[in-house]
């Protein structure tokens, strides 16, 4: 069965230096998404992609964060400078028509701590 | 703007029993689709079940089912014969019918006991 694939499945890193998150997306689908868990909380959205642009961002990504499809199959999240509040779960969504009627499939996720 | 509301931080239940998991929402839209997603200890999300907020007929998964009220916005899970698998986090979640974002509600901690 296909799935996305999200890499690393977890990541340490200090307080201002750069992240990327990767994910491989399901190789037939052309909407992209990536949405945040803080440990205990709701899962928010960040941002959709469609056709190599963003489609719809949250408050929440601001200009720390870029999203990013250089080959055709990877998509990746790139965070410039972590704070320590970008600690979270990370996944990666992604679906065939991005219609409500079509299933977004996550990927198992990055957990992020910045210390 | 659309919000999920779920009031139920935690719930336990006996295996075997039934249990209820609430979810309320607000929306202007007419059209739109609802989810319930489990959230097992892995943190990998699960679709359990979708509604199709214009299908009056509540939708069931095998030990799954939904009650949909679309007047009162109410989304309920009810989880049936409950296995200890079930333990996890459960999120209930909108899309509009034309697509865009999930939103999700604050999610239920389930544990189910032995």
């Known amino acids: 069965e296909p799935e996305v694939t999200q890499t690393p499945s977890h990541q340490v890193t200090q307080m201002g230096q750069e992240v990327i998150l990767r994910c491989v997306p399901i190789?037939?689908?052309?909407?992209f998404y990536w949405y945040r868990q803080i440990l205990g909380q709701k899962v928010e959205f960040l941002v959709s992609?469609?056709?190599?642009?963003?489609?719809?961002k949250s408050e929440i990504f601001d200009d720390q964060f870029s999203v990013e499809r250089p080959d055709g199959s990877n998509f990746t999240l790139k965070i410039r400078s972590t704070k320590l509040e970008d600690s979270a779960m990370y996944f990666c969504?992604?679906?065939?028509?991005?219609?409500?009627?079509?299933?977004?499939?996550f990927g198992q996720g990055t957990r992020l701590t910045v210390v | 703007a659309q919000t999920v509301t779920q009031s139920q931080p935690e719930m336990s239940v006996q295996e075997a029993e039934t249990v209820t998991l609430s979810c309320t929402y607000d929306?202007?839209?007419?059209?739109?689709?609802l989810f319930w997603y489990k959230q097992p200890p892995s943190r990998q999300m699960i679709l359990v079940i979708r509604?199709?907020?214009?299908?009056?007929q509540n939708a069931t998964e095998n030990r799954f089912s939904v009650n949909f009220q679309k007047a009162a916005k109410s989304f309920s899970l009810k989880i049936s014969d409950s296995q200890l698998g079930d333990t996890a986090m459960y999120f209930c979640?909108?899309?509009?019918?034309?697509?865009?974002?999930?939103?999700f509600g604050q999610g239920t901690e389930l544990s189910v006991k032995p």
């Open positions: 992609f469609y056709n190599n642009e963003i489609s719809e």
């Open positions: 509604q199709e907020a214009y299908k009056q």
């Open positions: 979640a909108f899309i509009p019918r034309q697509g865009g974002k999930l939103i």
């Open positions: 190789s037939n689908h052309l909407y």
């Open positions: 969504a992604s679906s065939d028509s991005g219609q409500g009627r079509t299933e977004a499939f």
């Open positions: 929306t202007s839209e007419n059209n739109y689709y």
